[in-house]
């Protein structure tokens, strides 16, 4: 894959996460890839947006306090009904999931610009025998 080419047929695309969401979404999109996501979609394909990628499959990605550069809003590939705000300063999410034997578990938020990922849930595997 590369400037130029086509998506090779899929089952799924995976947005991996970015330490510079705008501008990779700024190059994804010169690149034709949004219109190739578009088609991979149409067609039934899936997509997965971790992270940084999950922001880019927003309909905008907000800077107010210039994060990444200049302070921007910039639209995003638009299938998640999802709005970005980086911020300045990282909020702090942590919560304790899980206590055994005066021990707790917790979960945090490891895009620390990222508001958005606040309201997602992650489900706690069995697994983890605690």
């Known amino acids: 894959m590369g400037p ?21 979404l700024a ?4 690149q034709g890839f949004s219109g190739a996501i578009q088609r991979h979609l149409r067609y039934g394909g899936k997509v997965l947006g971790i992270g940084g990628g999950q922001q880019m499959l927003g309909e905008w990605i907000d800077d107010p306090d210039g994060v990444e550069g200049t302070p921007s809003r910039t639209r995003g590939l638009g299938l998640l ?10 909020p702090v999410f942590i919560r304790p999931l899980l206590q055994k034997a005066r021990s707790a578990l917790t979960a ?9 990922c606040l309201s997602i849930r992650i489900p706690v595997p069995h697994c983890l025998g605690v």
Request: with cysteine.
């Open 27 to 30: 190059w994804l999109k010169q």
């Open 81 to 90: 009904a999802l709005t970005t705000r980086l911020a300045a300063a990282p």
């Open 108 to 116: 945090r938020c490891w895009a620390p610009a990222c508001t958005a």
């Open 4 to 24: 130029g080419r086509s998506i090779p047929p899929a089952d799924v695309i995976v947005l991996p996460g970015s330490q510079s969401v705008i501008s990779d």
